[in-house]
């Protein structure tokens, strides 16, 4: 069993910034990618960021490209998400993810979700 804490969501205007963090506890092995899902109103959820175990690959939905850092500390079991110039069409839950293959299965689980809201 692996758990995942997202914190550091909250409520903030354009243009300003948040760090999400997403602190792995439990069985959690090495070798497993971590990412970011966001969830609007009405919308699917939608990948965000990932990232490897090494941090050598790391991907970014084009939109937040540019805005959106994920960077992870293995010694902490914690991945951040920095979250720049923010617009109101970044408004969502997100979603912390932990992914692991194993003998060539997914073990995946979920974090629960943070609020980012972002006022115009």
């Known amino acids: 069993q692996v758990d995942l804490v997202a914190s550091g969501g909250g409520l903030v205007q354009t243009g300003g910034s948040l760090r999400l963090s997403c602190a792995v506890s439990?069985?959690?092995?090495?070798?497993?990618?971590m990412a970011w899902f966001r969830q609007a109103p009405g919308n699917d959820r939608e990948l965000a960021a990932a990232?490897?175990?090494?941090?050598?690959?790391?991907y970014y939905l084009p939109s937040v490209k540019g805005r959106f850092t994920i960077v992870r500390d293995n010694a902490k079991n914690t991945v951040y998400l920095q979250m720049n110039s923010l617009r109101p069409e970044d408004t969502a839950v997100y979603f912390c993810?932990?992914?692991?293959?194993?003998?060539?299965?997914?073990?995946?689980?979920w974090g629960q979700g943070t609020q980012v809201t972002v006022s115009s």
């Open positions: 439990g069985r959690t092995f090495s070798n497993y990618a």
């Open positions: 993810l932990y992914r692991r293959v194993v003998d060539g299965s997914q073990r995946e689980f």
């Open positions: 990232i490897s175990w090494s941090g050598a690959i790391i």
